[in-house]
């Protein structure tokens, strides 16, 4: 099929009498032939179906896809109709590329996964992919990440969600949202029928507007509460504070859809962490990431409480780099003995002092988690207990890895088992 797919791309060139693009050539011919690294091969079931263009590989680094390129690739598209996922992550695709991709999304019903991922995507392009979608029916993931749309993008791609009902993922981080799309993309996934997995990570702060954290974060939790089939939500670099962290808590305690929670990289503190144990006793959350934070001890005690006492579902947490010292984390030690869900625990970064380091090392010692379900590894120096940061599986959840959102959290554990190892 590949050798067909070269074949029709270097016709497509010699028709336009475009010498074809030799990384593009080179790919399509030794694909097979060398290891699919860069693309995760092992995580998809039919990855027979991925057309990986992405830039970031070796026989592509020196030999970017431009726009001009583009056109053969559609062309050859047409006849391969056994790919389902374009993935053209770092390259050199504008807003002229974009606009001839939104014409072959137009009348394409095949590719149903599309990265873009890191190219040079604007305003104009960002619209033009946003109209192809109000007609498409077949793209189920998007990806336009790391592209510089800005407030007008967002609102394009608002504005094509009241319309289209067939997307299911998609990835906005990194993107220059300001408020304004913020607040319509948010308010239209309060109803929205079918994203499951939305990243809107990293916006551009909005200092001339007074609180404008929290009046997004009461956007979120509106939404939270209002959505019943989102499943995974990333919000990442909002700066959102203890009383946003409060309404988010609250509202998601009506939220029976969402599995997978990423607060990473804001401000909540120890005080914030006193509304996370009514939150896990009624909502439905498998992973909560909670990551480069200040929760400190006092915030890491009112999770291992809510572990304790108030959650059975919650299989993944991630409290790296919070400045949890020893008392916070012997702790959670304790606590994760007696709570038997909980199968992935990333707690590297924060303050290993001894007692922490023999009571993380006791979880290992009785085989609580899997070594590849915990980021730390005892060791030992001059009769004395250190960690150290070991080898995970913490980058299945990285925005690089190109992994299914149904196979990010950990599937379900034999309780039976876990609990005679506590």
């Given at each position: 099929m590949l050798k067909e797919l070269k074949h029709s791309y270097e016709q497509a060139s010699t028709k336009t009498k475009q010498r074809p693009n030799q990384g593009i050539v080179e790919t399509l011919?030794?694909?097979?032939?060398?290891?699919?690294?860069?693309?995760?091969?092992?995580?998809?079931?039919?990855y027979d179906r991925i057309l990986p263009l992405n830039g970031n590989q070796p026989t592509?680094?020196?030999?970017?896809?431009?726009?001009?390129?583009?056109?053969?690739?559609f062309e050859?598209?047409?006849?391969?109709?056994?790919?389902?996922?374009l993935d053209l992550r770092y390259n050199r695709i504008s807003d002229e590329g974009a606009g001839l991709l939104a014409n072959f999304l137009i009348n394409d019903q095949y590719i149903s996964i599309l990265n873009l991922q890191g190219n040079d995507i604007h305003r104009k392009g960002t619209q033009s992919i946003a109209n192809s979608l109000k007609t498409n029916t077949a793209l189920s993931s998007l990806s336009l990440a790391d592209n510089n749309i800005?407030?007008?993008?967002?609102?394009?791609?608002?504005?094509?969600?009241?319309?289209?009902?067939?997307?299911?993922?998609?990835?906005?981080?990194?993107?220059d949202l300001e408020m304004n799309s913020l607040v319509a993309l948010l308010t239209v996934l309060r109803y929205n029928p079918s994203l499951k997995t939305v990243d809107l990570s990293r916006p551009v702060p909005q200092y001339q507007h007074t609180n404008w954290v929290d009046d997004i974060a009461i956007h979120i939790a509106q939404m939270l509460e209002k959505?019943?089939?989102?499943?995974?939500?990333?919000?990442?670099?909002?700066?959102?504070?203890?009383?946003?962290?409060?309404w988010i808590c609250q509202?998601?305690?009506?939220?029976?859809?969402?599995?997978?929670?990423?607060?990473?990289?804001?401000?909540?503190?120890?005080?914030?962490?006193?509304?996370?144990?009514?939150?896990?006793?009624?909502?439905?959350?498998?992973?909560?990431?909670?990551?480069?934070?200040?929760?400190?001890?006092?915030?890491?005690?009112?999770?291992?409480?809510?572990?304790?006492?108030?959650?059975?579902?919650?299989?993944?947490?991630?409290?790296?780099?919070?400045?949890?010292?020893?008392?916070?984390?012997c702790s959670l030690a304790d606590a994760v003995?007696?709570?038997?869900?909980?199968?992935?625990?990333?707690?590297?970064?924060n303050v290993n002092e001894e007692r922490a380091c023999l009571a993380l090392e006791n979880l290992l010692k009785i085989r609580r988690f899997e070594p590849d379900n915990i980021d730390i590894s005892p060791y030992r120096v001059d009769a004395r207990t250190y960690l150290a940061e070991s080898i995970n599986n913490l980058d299945k959840y990285?925005?690089?890895?190109?992994?299914?959102?149904?196979?990010?959290?950990?599937?379900?554990?034999?309780?039976?088992?876990?609990?005679e190892r506590a």
């Open positions: 011919s030794t694909l097979r032939e060398r290891s699919l690294r860069y693309i995760d091969e092992s995580t998809y079931q039919n592509l680094n020196k030999f970017r896809i431009h726009d001009n390129d583009l056109p053969h690739i050859a598209l047409r006849t391969a109709t056994m790919i389902t996922h800005g407030k007008e993008g967002g609102m394009a791609m608002a504005e094509t969600l009241q319309i289209n009902i067939n997307l299911e993922h998609l990835n906005l981080a990194n993107c959505n019943t089939v989102l499943q995974e939500l990333h919000i990442q670099k909002y700066e959102i504070r203890d009383i946003g962290f409060m509202k998601m305690q009506h939220n029976q859809t969402l599995y997978f929670l990423d607060l990473s990289c804001n401000r909540i503190t120890r005080d914030g962490a006193v509304y996370i144990a009514p939150m896990l006793e009624k909502c439905s959350l498998l992973r909560l990431n909670l990551a480069f934070n200040r929760l400190e001890d006092e915030g890491a005690g009112h999770i291992a409480t809510a572990l304790l006492h108030s959650n059975s579902r919650l299989r993944s947490l991630d409290i790296r780099w919070n400045n949890i010292k020893g008392d916070g984390l003995k007696f709570n038997s869900a909980l199968m992935e625990l990333f707690v590297w970064g990285s925005y690089w890895k190109q992994v299914e959102p149904r196979l990010r959290i950990q599937p379900a554990v034999n309780r039976e088992v876990l609990s």
